[in-house]
C-alpha cells in the first residue's frame, strides 16, 4: 500500500478515535429524564430453547441483529462475528477463504473443536466441520451466541458454545453492486414478498495476495491464494404462520499457489521462482429445512449435503526433487450428509414450574470419494439419537432454578464402534432487581469422534478407530444489567475437558493423526454496550483468559491461543450518513504445535470502517475498509502461519425497487 494512503487511514482512525473519547461525556449524559424508560433488552431462545430477555438468561449470551450487522459492514456471518468480545476469528487468508475442511472457524473460550453452528435451530455442521463466510449477511435476521457448553441442549460439538444464525422471513426488494481493490466484486439480490423471500448473492476476490511463507527440507516457499469465490442461492418460505421452509446453496472456491523462495540445499532440482505445488479447494453445500412452532410444540426436520474436493500438481517433493508419475497430481474429494428431526414440547406443570422435554435423532454419512490422492471409496454411517429435558422452577420472585439432562447414543457404526453419554446441567439465576441479574452455571459437555477423525480423510491423514469421547465440565458465574441506554455483562467461567481431541503432525512423514489431550482455561469476561438516540453509540469488551493443554508427547500444560482480547466500536449517525469504527486486538497470543513447546505470535488486530449515505429511501451508497491500519498480522492459531490481506476496501451501490 501506498505511503500516503496509509496516513490516510491512520489518521482517519485517530480522528474517530477522538470523536469516541468526545463522545462518551455526551453518551453518559444521555441517561438522563429524556431516557429513563427501562431497557428490556434483546430475547434469546437458543440459550434455554425457550423465549427469554437477555439478561434473565443464566448464560453468558451475545446477540447481533441484522441492524448492527449493517451497521458494520459484515458482508458474511464470519465477518459479523470476527470482532465479538471472547470469540477468536481463525482465517487461511482474506475474503474468508478455507482450504477445503480447514475452514474459517469460530473459537469460544479458547476451545478450538467444541462451537455448534445452527441454522434456524438445526445443525448444519458436516463432521464438525462449518464455513461461516459462506452465509451472506443478507439473509440474516439475527445471530444468538451461547458461550459455555451447550451439549445438554443441542448434543454433541456443543462443547465451547453454540452459534444460532436465525434467517429471515421478511426481505426488502434490492439490488447490489460493488468493486474493490485487488480485483473485488459483490453482487447481491434480495427479493420477498408474503412470506416469501430469496436472496442470491456473489463474492470474489480475484488477485493473488501471499498469505504465509513455510519452511522446507530445501529451504522456503511462499503461498499466493487468488480466485476467491464464494456463492450463495437462499430461499424461505412462510407456509403457515407455524410452518417455515428455507432452503440454502452455498459454493465456495479458492486457489492457493505455492512458489519456492529460497533454496539452500545443493540436492535440490528447485530453483526460486519455480510453482513447489497448487492447490484449488472448492466446496459446494445443499441446507434443506422445514420447521414447526406454536405455543407449546417446536419441530425441525433438516437435510444436508455437501462435497468437498481438492486438486492439482505436485511439482517438487519436501526435498526439493522434482515428482514423477503419480506424485505428480494431487486430489481429494468427501461428501458428507446429514439428516434428522428435532422435536420439543413445552409443558406448563404449574404457575412457577415449566418443563421443557424432546428428542433428536440424526443419521450421519461420511463418503470418501475416488481422486487422485484417495486410493479407494469408503462409506461409514451411524445413529445418532438423544432424548432431553429440562426443568425450570421458579422458588419466589428473585430466585429460578434451571435443571438439564440429556441421554446420547448412537447405533449402527462400523465394527460397532458406537458411543453414549449422560449429560447434566444446573443453572440458577437471581433477579437483585428488574435492571440487574445475577447467575451460576454447571454444565457437562461432550464430542464424540467424527468419521474422518477416526478414519483418515486422506492419505495424509492417519485413522484413529480407537478416540476416546472428547468430555468436560463448564463453570460460570455472571452477572448482567441492562439500565437505561446502558447493557452491562461480567463473567467468570473455569473449563475442564477430558480427551481434548486435537490433530498432531508428524513432519518428518508429512502426515497427522488425531489423538486425545487433556484441555483447560479459567477467564473472565466484562463488556458494555451503550446505545443513544444521540449521534454515537459505543461497544467495547475485556476478555483474558489462561487456556492450556497437555498432551502424552508433551507431558506438560502448554498455552494455546490469546490470553487478552480488545473489543470495541463506536457508530456515528448524521443525517443521511452512518459510520462505525470496529476492532478487536489479541494480545500474548502464542501458536502451539502439537508436538513442540508454544512460541509467542504476534497480536492481530482486526479493524473495519464502514460508512454508508443514503441520498433518498430508495439509494444507499457503502464503503468499507478492512484492516484499516494496513497490518500484517497472523490470522492462524495452529503452528502454520497465515496472514490476513493488507488494506482492502469494498464500494457497493443498493437501490431498493
Given at each position: 500500500?501506498?505511503?500516503?494512503?496509509?496516513?490516510?487511514?491512520?489518521?482517519?482512525?485517530?480522528g474517530?478515535?477522538?470523536?469516541?473519547?468526545?463522545?462518551?461525556?455526551?453518551?453518559?449524559?444521555?441517561?438522563?429524564?429524556?431516557?429513563?424508560?427501562?431497557?428490556?433488552?434483546?430475547?434469546?431462545?437458543?440459550?434455554?430453547?425457550?423465549?427469554?430477555?437477555?439478561?434473565?438468561?443464566?448464560?453468558?449470551t451475545?446477540?447481533?441483529?441484522?441492524?448492527?450487522?449493517?451497521?458494520?459492514?459484515?458482508?458474511?456471518?464470519?465477518?459479523?462475528?470476527?470482532?465479538l468480545?471472547?470469540?477468536?476469528?481463525?482465517a487461511f487468508?482474506h475474503?474468508?477463504?478455507?482450504?477445503?475442511?480447514?475452514?474459517?472457524?469460530?473459537?469460544?473460550?479458547?476451545?478450538?473443536?467444541?462451537?455448534?453452528?445452527?441454522?434456524?435451530?438445526?445443525?448444519?455442521?458436516?463432521?464438525?466441520?462449518?464455513?461461516?463466510?459462506?452465509?451472506?449477511?443478507?439473509?440474516?435476521?439475527?445471530?444468538?451466541?451461547?458461550?459455555?457448553?451447550g451439549?445438554?441442549?443441542?448434543?454433541s460439538?456443543?462443547?465451547?458454545?453454540?452459534?444460532?444464525?436465525?434467517?429471515?422471513?421478511?426481505?426488502a426488494?434490492?439490488?447490489?453492486?460493488?468493486?474493490?481493490?485487488?480485483?473485488?466484486?459483490?453482487?447481491?439480490?434480495?427479493?420477498?414478498?408474503?412470506?416469501?423471500?430469496?436472496?442470491?448473492?456473489?463474492?470474489?476476490?480475484?488477485?493473488?495476495?501471499?498469505?504465509?511463507q513455510?519452511?522446507?527440507n530445501?529451504?522456503?516457499?511462499?503461498?499466493?491464494?487468488?480466485?476467491?469465490?464464494k456463492?450463495?442461492?437462499?430461499?424461505?418460505?412462510?407456509?403457515t404462520?407455524?410452518?417455515?421452509?428455507?432452503?440454502?446453496?452455498?459454493?465456495?472456491e479458492?486457489?492457493?499457489?505455492?512458489?519456492?523462495?529460497?533454496?539452500?540445499?545443493?540436492?535440490?532440482?528447485?530453483?526460486?521462482?519455480?510453482l513447489?505445488?497448487?492447490?484449488?479447494?472448492?466446496?459446494?453445500r445443499?441446507?434443506?429445512?422445514?420447521?414447526?412452532h406454536?405455543?407449546?410444540?417446536?419441530?425441525?426436520?433438516?437435510?444436508n449435503?455437501?462435497?468437498?474436493?481438492?486438486?492439482?500438481p505436485?511439482n517438487?517433493?519436501?526435498?526439493?526433487?522434482?515428482?514423477?508419475?503419480?506424485?505428480?497430481?494431487?486430489?481429494t474429494?468427501?461428501?458428507?450428509?446429514?439428516?434428522?428431526?428435532?422435536?420439543q414440547?413445552?409443558?406448563?406443570l404449574?404457575?412457577?414450574?415449566?418443563?421443557?422435554?424432546?428428542?433428536?435423532?440424526?443419521?450421519?454419512?461420511?463418503?470418501?470419494?475416488?481422486?487422485?490422492?484417495?486410493?479407494?471409496?469408503e462409506?461409514?454411517?451411524?445413529?445418532?439419537?438423544?432424548?432431553?429435558?429440562?426443568?425450570?422452577?421458579?422458588?419466589?420472585a428473585?430466585?429460578?432454578?434451571?435443571?438439564?439432562?440429556?441421554?446420547?447414543?448412537?447405533?449402527g457404526?462400523?465394527?460397532?464402534?458406537?458411543?453414549?453419554n449422560?449429560?447434566?446441567?444446573?443453572?440458577?439465576?437471581?433477579k437483585?432487581?428488574?435492571?440487574?441479574?445475577?447467575y451460576?452455571?454447571?454444565a457437562?459437555?461432550?464430542?464424540?469422534?467424527?468419521?474422518?477423525q477416526?478414519?483418515?480423510?486422506?492419505?495424509?491423514?492417519v485413522?484413529?478407530?480407537?478416540?476416546?469421547?472428547?468430555?468436560?465440565?463448564?463453570?460460570?458465574?455472571g452477572?448482567?444489567q441492562?439500565?437505561?441506554?446502558?447493557?452491562?455483562?461480567?463473567?467468570?467461567?473455569?473449563?475442564?475437558?477430558?480427551?481434548?481431541?486435537?490433530?498432531?503432525?508428524?513432519?518428518?512423514?508429512s502426515?497427522?493423526?488425531y489423538?486425545?489431550?487433556?484441555?483447560?482455561?479459567?477467564?473472565?469476561?466484562?463488556?458494555?454496550?451503550?446505545?443513544?438516540r444521540?449521534?454515537?453509540?459505543?461497544?467495547?469488551?475485556?476478555?483474558?483468559?489462561n487456556?492450556?493443554?497437555k498432551?502424552e508427547?508433551?507431558?506438560?500444560?502448554d498455552?494455546?491461543?490469546?490470553k487478552?482480547?480488545?473489543?470495541?466500536?463506536?457508530?456515528?449517525?448524521v443525517?443521511?450518513?452512518?459510520?462505525?469504527?470496529?476492532?478487536?486486538?489479541?494480545?500474548?497470543?502464542v501458536?502451539?504445535?502439537?508436538?513442540?513447546?508454544?512460541?509467542?505470535?504476534?497480536?492481530?488486530?482486526l479493524?473495519?470502517?464502514?460508512?454508508s449515505?443514503?441520498?433518498?429511501?430508495?439509494?444507499e451508497?457503502?464503503?468499507?475498509?478492512?484492516?484499516?491500519?494496513?497490518?500484517?498480522?497472523?490470522?492462524?492459531?495452529?503452528?502454520?502461519?497465515?496472514?490476513?490481506?493488507?488494506a482492502?476496501?469494498?464500494?457497493?451501490?443498493t437501490?431498493?425497487?
Amino acid at each position: 500500500m501506498r505511503k500516503d494512503t496509509k496516513t490516510l487511514t491512520k489518521q482517519v482512525t485517530l480522528g474517530l478515535t477522538a470523536m469516541l473519547v468526545a463522545g462518551s461525556f455526551s453518551l453518559t449524559e444521555a441517561a438522563d429524564s429524556r431516557t429513563v424508560e427501562q431497557n428490556l433488552g434483546d430475547v434469546v431462545v437458543t440459550a434455554t430453547r425457550s423465549h427469554k430477555r437477555e439478561v434473565e438468561t443464566p448464560a453468558a449470551t451475545e446477540v447481533i441483529t441484522a441492524q448492527e450487522i449493517k451497521e458494520t459492514g459484515a458482508k458474511n456471518a464470519s465477518e459479523a462475528l470476527s470482532m465479538l468480545d471472547g470469540l477468536a476469528y481463525g482465517a487461511f487468508g482474506h475474503n474468508g477463504a478455507a482450504m477445503g475442511t480447514m475452514s474459517n472457524e469460530i473459537n469460544i473460550r479458547g476451545v478450538d473443536n467444541g462451537t455448534l453452528l445452527l441454522v434456524n435451530g438445526n445443525p448444519i455442521s458436516w463432521r464438525g466441520k462449518y464455513d461461516l463466510s459462506a452465509i451472506p449477511a443478507d439473509t440474516i435476521e439475527r445471530i444468538e451466541v451461547v458461550k459455555g457448553t451447550g451439549s445438554v441442549l443441542y448434543g454433541s460439538e456443543a462443547m465451547a458454545g453454540v452459534i444460532n444464525i436465525i434467517t429471515r422471513k421478511k426481505a426488502a426488494n434490492t439490488v447490489t453492486a460493488g468493486i474493490g481493490n485487488s480485483g473485488q466484486h459483490h453482487y447481491a439480490f434480495n427479493a420477498g414478498g408474503e412470506g416469501l423471500v430469496i436472496n442470491y448473492d456473489f463474492n470474489e476476490w480475484k488477485h493473488g495476495v501471499d498469505v504465509s511463507q513455510s519452511a522446507t527440507n530445501f529451504g522456503q516457499t511462499r503461498t499466493n491464494l487468488n480466485h476467491v469465490k464464494k456463492q450463495a442461492i437462499n430461499v424461505g418460505y412462510s407456509l403457515t404462520k407455524n410452518l417455515d421452509f428455507f432452503y440454502g446453496y452455498h459454493e465456495t472456491e479458492a486457489r492457493y499457489d505455492r512458489y519456492v523462495t529460497e533454496v539452500t540445499s545443493a540436492a535440490a532440482a528447485a530453483q526460486v521462482g519455480d510453482l513447489f505445488n497448487s492447490r484449488k479447494y472448492e466446496t459446494k453445500r445443499h441446507l434443506t429445512q422445514m420447521n414447526y412452532h406454536d405455543k407449546n410444540w417446536k419441530a425441525g426436520l433438516y437435510f444436508n449435503n455437501g462435497t468437498v474436493s481438492s486438486n492439482g500438481p505436485t511439482n517438487f517433493s519436501s526435498a526439493g526433487r522434482t515428482t514423477t508419475g503419480t506424485g505428480t497430481s494431487y486430489g481429494t474429494r468427501e461428501k458428507n450428509i446429514t439428516y434428522g428431526l428435532d422435536v420439543q414440547r413445552r409443558w406448563k406443570l404449574s404457575p412457577r414450574r415449566n418443563l421443557i422435554s424432546g428428542l433428536s435423532l440424526q443419521r450421519e454419512n461420511y463418503q470418501k470419494l475416488y481422486a487422485h490422492s484417495t486410493n479407494k471409496a469408503e462409506d461409514y454411517s451411524r445413529n445418532n439419537w438423544a432424548a432431553f429435558m429440562q426443568l425450570e422452577q421458579k422458588f419466589d420472585a428473585k430466585n429460578t432454578g434451571i435443571f438439564g439432562a440429556r441421554q446420547t447414543w448412537t447405533t449402527g457404526a462400523w465394527r460397532d464402534q458406537n458411543y453414549h453419554n449422560f449429560s447434566v446441567s444446573g443453572q440458577w439465576l437471581h433477579k437483585m432487581d428488574q435492571a440487574n441479574n445475577l447467575y451460576v452455571s454447571v454444565a457437562q459437555s461432550f464430542i464424540m469422534p467424527t468419521f474422518s477423525q477416526m478414519y483418515g480423510a486422506s492419505d495424509a491423514g492417519v485413522p484413529n478407530p480407537s478416540l476416546k469421547p472428547q468430555k468436560g465440565i463448564n463453570y460460570e458465574t455472571g452477572w448482567k444489567q441492562n439500565h437505561h441506554n446502558h447493557q452491562w455483562k461480567a463473567a467468570i467461567f473455569h473449563i475442564d475437558i477430558r480427551d481434548n481431541i486435537s490433530a498432531t503432525w508428524n513432519a518428518a512423514r508429512s502426515q497427522y493423526t488425531y489423538n486425545n489431550e487433556d484441555f483447560r482455561n479459567t477467564g473472565v469476561e466484562l463488556s458494555c454496550n451503550i446505545k443513544s438516540r444521540k449521534p454515537l453509540s459505543f461497544h467495547w469488551g475485556i476478555t483474558w483468559q489462561n487456556p492450556v493443554s497437555k498432551s502424552e508427547k508433551k507431558g506438560y500444560w502448554d498455552r494455546k491461543f490469546g490470553k487478552l482480547q480488545l473489543t470495541g466500536g463506536v457508530t456515528c449517525k448524521v443525517g443521511k450518513l452512518k459510520s462505525n469504527l470496529s476492532g478487536s486486538y489479541l494480545c500474548n497470543r502464542v501458536q502451539t504445535p502439537s508436538a513442540e513447546h508454544s512460541f509467542s505470535a504476534k497480536p492481530y488486530f482486526l479493524t473495519s470502517w464502514h460508512t454508508s449515505y443514503q441520498p433518498d429511501a430508495a439509494q444507499e451508497i457503502t464503503l468499507t475498509i478492512n484492516n484499516v491500519l494496513d497490518r500484517h498480522d497472523v490470522i492462524s492459531h495452529s503452528s502454520s502461519t497465515y496472514y490476513g490481506a493488507p488494506a482492502s476496501y469494498m464500494l457497493n451501490y443498493t437501490y431498493k425497487f
